[in-house]
């Protein structure tokens, strides 16, 4: 029988990427893994074991494992879930696996690149010690083709899968919009590029609804300063960090998804919106063209008078089709955690 273990300790941070990503796809695995011939084993802080419905083979994650990670001579796989994992087995004979999700620091610290050095060796280390390794876009492949050496180790793409939303009635929200309305989802930082959205709302009636956690107040005032300079202030409402249920209610019932970010590895929140059926208008960088495909709209640069005639073209588009609310939520479904799991049980069977 195989042993694998799925290293979920970065679920120890709640409402995080890493923590979807890992409940998410070990719970999938879980459920498809043949129970005959696999093991699966979480690497899991136990308070989470809950969310796995206490699955039976869990090893407790310690903060001694920083300094020594008990040898594990039964385990065939370790599944390194983040490219940020500080845990990994001693036995030499386990196999590795490490999924990549993003090398944001190449753009983020672009003005430091001591930081950009010493963060490509952390990476490279677990590279030089893994035997297969994912990205989970075709961009986030080609940043680690481009900065990292990988020697003959392939290199797979799976890209992340979507939940879809609860089939109950959703509530609405607090900070409920009075007229149509734009939505925006993601922490409040430089990267996510949100202070070239209230451009749009420029010579029309559209709220403007950014919701996420305010992780630098100098650049939430930047999108402060640019609604005043529009005129547009009093039509956009910081909602903060926000439920599940106002999450789906606002995707619901937006007029249009808009998301200029500079730095995505995959881009979730993109795929959420589609699985409404509603009209997303994007970044043309990073992993975004990859996600939203031919169904999305994107934005070549961010000067305020091409991001209107973008914004006004594709809701005109959109208005007109009948069939490109269906070929959105189809781009949606594409993307799977089901499809996910399988695609990693296959790599682990080709591993062993």
């Not at 979920?8 to 923590?19: A, D, L, R, V």
């Not at 998804?257 to 589609?274: H, K, Q, T, W, Y």
């Not at 069939?323 to 993307?335: G, N, R, V």
Request: hydrophobic share 40%; with cysteine; aromatic share 12%.
């Amino acid at each position: 029988m195989q042993n694998i273990v799925i290293d979920c300790e970065k679920m120890k941070y709640p409402n995080t990427g890493f923590y979807f990503f890992c409940k998410n796809l070990a719970t999938n695995i879980i459920q498809q893994a043949n129970a005959e011939t696999a093991k699966i084993n979480l690497y899991l802080p136990k308070q989470e074991q809950g969310e796995f419905n206490y699955h039976r083979d869990i090893i407790a994650t310690s903060s001694l494992h920083k300094f020594y990670m008990p040898n594990m001579d039964k385990i065939d796989i370790w599944h390194s879930t983040t490219q940020m994992s500080r845990f990994l087995p001693l036995n030499k004979k386990t196999r590795i696996i490490l999924t990549i999700h993003d090398l944001n620091f190449l753009y983020e610290k672009s003005d430091r690149p001591e930081l950009i050095n010493k963060q490509l060796g952390k990476i490279q280390k677990k590279i030089n010690k893994a035997d297969e390794i994912v990205a989970i876009s075709e961009y986030v492949k080609n940043d680690i083709l481009s900065h990292l050496n990988t020697g003959n180790k392939k290199i797979t793409v799976i890209h992340n899968g979507c939940n879809a939303p609860p089939e109950q009635d959703l509530i609405p929200p607090i900070q409920q919009p009075q007229q149509p309305f734009l939505f925006v989802i993601g922490a409040i930082n430089a990267k996510k590029n949100f202070h070239v959205l209230p451009a749009l709302l420029k010579f029309n009636h559209y709220d403007l609804v950014i919701s996420g956690i305010t992780e630098s107040d100098a650049y939430k005032q930047k999108i402060i300063d640019e609604a005043v300079k529009n005129d547009v202030l009093q039509r956009i409402i910081f909602t903060g960090p926000i439920s599940d249920n106002d999450k789906y209610w606002y995707f619901k019932n937006c007029a249009a998804f808009v998301f200029p970010s500079l730095a995505e590895g995959f881009g979730l929140p993109v795929v959420e919106a589609m699985y409404f059926g509603k009209p997303v208008f994007l970044s043309a960088k990073t992993s975004l063209p990859e996600i939203g495909g031919e169904v999305a709209f994107y934005f070549d640069n961010f000067e305020a008078g091409h991001m209107q005639k973008v914004f006004n073209e594709g809701m005109r588009q959109y208005q007109n089709n009948i069939d490109l609310a269906k070929m959105i939520k189809e781009q949606s479904i594409s993307f799977c955690w089901k499809k996910a799991a399988d695609q990693y049980i296959k790599l682990y069977n080709a591993l062993l």
